[in-house]
């Protein structure tokens, strides 16, 4: 079964605070992404990366970066927390195009306040 | 501009009847979709999915419907469990999207009742 895991399922920070969001996968896939859900808004991707230190900004990628410095480990960070960045942020996972077509695997969610 | 669309914020429905849940696309890039199941405080846990050459795909209690030409398709629950009570998300992709990205809809929230 593939396994997508978070560092934290709930996290309260404050406005100003640098905060990382780590995920890590364990069924060697080339894609990870983060997306946040907020209610009516459904999942919108952050940033996603298809390769170690590749990344690309998805549709909301402001106030955010990530790194991906091992195939396994996908990070996302906010650089300055602000409340409007309350949310639920969900991690993903998938095999590559060219590995046939699948869906993606998500992590359990972390919740987070900023305060 | 939304280019994967779920018009009902919410349904309930009696145990045992059907579900039907609906989804609209715009983009005539998209191939291949995909439903899938989310409780709260846990992440979305994928369904069943469907490719554009198929017009339909079962597994189980559950029915995916592609219907191309109106850009629609629709997830058939029968027959419904209060088990199934949750958000579920539309999710459309184009195999050669690049990273095997996914829009996803708002969500309907389904709530079988017992």
């Known amino acids: 079964d593939v396994k997508v895991t978070q560092s934290s399922r709930y996290l309260v920070k404050r406005t100003g605070e640098k905060v990382f969001l780590e995920c890590v996968q364990d069924?060697?896939?080339?894609?990870m992404f983060w997306y946040r859900q907020d209610p009516g808004l459904g999942l919108r991707l952050i940033y996603f990366?298809?390769?170690?230190?590749?990344?690309e900004k998805g549709d909301i990628p402001e106030g955010y970066s990530v790194s991906r410095e091992k195939k396994e480990r996908f990070s996302l960070i906010l650089e300055s927390a602000s409340t409007n960045q309350t949310s639920m942020y969900l991690c993903?996972?998938?095999?590559?195009?060219?590995?046939?077509?699948?869906?993606?695997?998500f992590g359990p969610g972390t919740r987070l306040t900023v305060t | 501009d939304q280019q994967v669309k779920q018009n009902s914020p919410s349904l309930s429905v009696q145990e045992g009847r059907i579900s039907i849940l609906n989804c609209d696309y715009t983009?005539?890039?998209?191939?291949?979709f995909l439903w899938y199941k989310k409780y709260p405080a846990e992440g979305p846990t994928f369904l069943i999915s469907?490719?554009?050459?198929?017009d339909k795909n079962e597994d189980g209690r559950f029915t995916v419907f592609l219907n191309k030409s109106a850009k629609h398709l629709s997830l058939h629950i029968v027959p419904s469990q209060p088990g199934d009570s949750a958000v579920y998300f539309c999710?459309?992709?184009?195999?050669?999207?690049?990273?095997?990205?996914?829009?996803f809809g708002a969500g309907t929230i389904l709530r079988v009742k017992s």
């Open positions: 993903a996972s998938s095999i590559s195009p060219g590995q046939g077509v699948g869906g993606q695997y």
């Open positions: 069924m060697d896939h080339e894609n």
């Open positions: 990366s298809y390769d170690v230190k590749m990344k």
């Open positions: 983009n005539s890039m998209f191939d291949y």
């Open positions: 469907i490719s554009s050459i198929k």
């Open positions: 999710a459309a992709s184009s195999y050669m999207e690049y990273g095997n990205k996914l829009v």
